[in-house]
């Protein structure tokens, strides 16, 4: 497996899980209590957690040197076709490469 399929797979099970929190929460709103004040809670906790959701997308650790990818690794999941720019930002693997089979074996030396 590459690290742009394994980014891809995660940011695929995060939105699978944003979608079906949104949906839940959707229903809990829908079906709560006619408080403005509570569904607006409901509403705040629901913008919280997508940003959370998000957030976590945003630090996937390369599985090369096991730091943060930040947005390089958001915008290859993201992306149907491979950019120029996609590399660690960090160690400068690129995602097209395999995996390692033990996380952080590639770690570069500066570190
Ligand atoms: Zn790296």
Known sequence: MTIRQSLVRRANRAASAAV???LVAANLIVLGPRNIG?????VLLML????AIVGQLLRIPCP???RSLGWAGFRAAHRARPGDDDRCPNCQVGF???VPAV????ADASR
């Open 20 to 22: 079906l929190f949104l």
């Open 103 to 106: 996380p952080g074996a590639g």
């Open 48 to 51: 919280v957690v997508v940003a």
């Open 96 to 98: 097209d490469a395999q």
């Open 64 to 66: 090369n040197c096991q």
């Open 38 to 42: 509570i569904r607006g809670i409901f």
